[in-house]
């Protein structure tokens, strides 16, 4: 049990360093477009609409520990999915291997016995 609820928080925490960089990245995005913006007579129109000036402070976010950019790896798959294909695989096995036996008992074997 211990195991998953590690396991749980380090997928918890992945998830959360790449909201950071999403909030990061939205952030930049919108200094850039502030800053590319032409300056006018109103000082309201250098503000984003969709958030305060006093929220443009990346401070607060953290940076993953690594590189700026998220391992895609790391979200490819989620623990387990290995395992679920590995049912499937062997189910259709054990179903094919089940009718090959089904049809020899039933077509060969009399013709075996001959």
């Known amino acids: 049990m211990d195991k998953l609820i590690d396991e749980l928080r380090a997928q918890r925490d992945q998830i959360q360093k790449h909201l950071n960089w999403i909030d990061r990245k939205i952030l930049e995005a919108e200094i850039q477009q502030t800053t590319q ?23 607060h976010i953290d940076a993953p520990e690594s590189h700026d950019e998220p391992n895609p790896e790391k979200f490819a798959t989620a623990p387990g999915q290995g395992d679920v294909t590995n049912a499937k695989v062997g189910c259709i096995v054990l179903f094919l291997l089940g009718t090959g036996l089904f049809v020899f008992l039933l077509f060969g074997l009399p013709y ?3």
């Open 37 to 59: 913006e032409a300056p006018t007579n109103q000082p309201d129109q250098l503000v984003p609409k969709s958030r305060p000036l006093s929220d443009l402070k990346t401070s």
């Open 112 to 114: 075996l016995l001959d």
